[in-house]
């Protein structure tokens, strides 16, 4: 005779309960008595298995969406955020870990129990750990240098673009009309950041960074126009 909702479980196994001729689970013998809710759960064990997918999920979307953002956009206020993630995040996992076992206890006996899947949640989970450690280091080296575009806009090749960083002098050309080029300076000494570039009839100079020093990270985009103008912009 069908049961009315909610669905019943057995408490030890976790066999569906509705349609019971007897008071006992037919899968583990379990006594059930359908007017004492305490012989019974409402909540089937998968539930649990879909609370930690999605404590093992979540963190990693987030995690990875904010470092991109920050990457593409270099908004800072998101290095605040990505610490509350590693924060939240372990607190997640942990809870996750606590759902999968709590899962693994409820459906362990049942027909519809997969070791495969509990192993893939515990691996989904446990990712989180390299994956956040990989982000920071990331995040940390990007944030330590510094960048330089240089976009040439005039008629002609750049022969030459010396960027002076203190302590080194690095070569960015030659850079064909229209092109760019791009360097990641890893800065080491107190100084500014200059340039001297050449198209072999103008030269052209200007300051980047007044004052840079050790680890100083920052992203600046340097211009060569037409009329032969230095256009320097700060992106962040
Ligand atoms: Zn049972």
Known sequence: MPQPHPTRYCLKCGYTLNYLTTNACPECGRAIDPADPATYRTTDFMRWYWAALFCGAAPLVVGVSIFLTWVVFGWN???????FTILGGTALVI???????????QGRLTERFRWNRVYAAAALLLV???????????????YT??????????????TSFILDAPGERIELGPI?????????????????????AT???????????????????G??????TDTGQVEITKRR
Do not use: C
């Not at 989180?128 to 450690?133: C, E, G, R």
């Not at 240098?145 to 750049?158: F, G, Q």
């Not at 092109?179 to 800065?187: D, S, T």
């Not at 992203?219 to 060569?224: D, E, G």
């Open 77 to 83: 206020q998101l290095m605040a955020a990505g610490m």
């Open 95 to 105: 809870a996750g870990a606590i759902f999968l076992t709590v899962h693994v206890n």
């Open 128 to 142: 989180n750990f390299p994956l956040a450690v990989v982000i920071a280091v990331m995040a940390v080296s990007i």
């Open 145 to 158: 240098r510094y960048v330089v575009t240089v976009h040439n806009a005039t008629s002609s090749e750049i």
């Open 176 to 196: 064909r009309s229209g092109g760019r080029a791009r360097r990641l300076i890893a800065i080491k000494h107190d100084g500014q950041l200059t340039f001297e």
């Open 199 to 217: 198209d072999g009839r103008q030269v052209f100079q200007g300051t980047i960074e007044g004052y840079v020093t050790n680890n100083w990270g």
């Open 219 to 224: 992203h600046s985009h340097v211009k060569i």
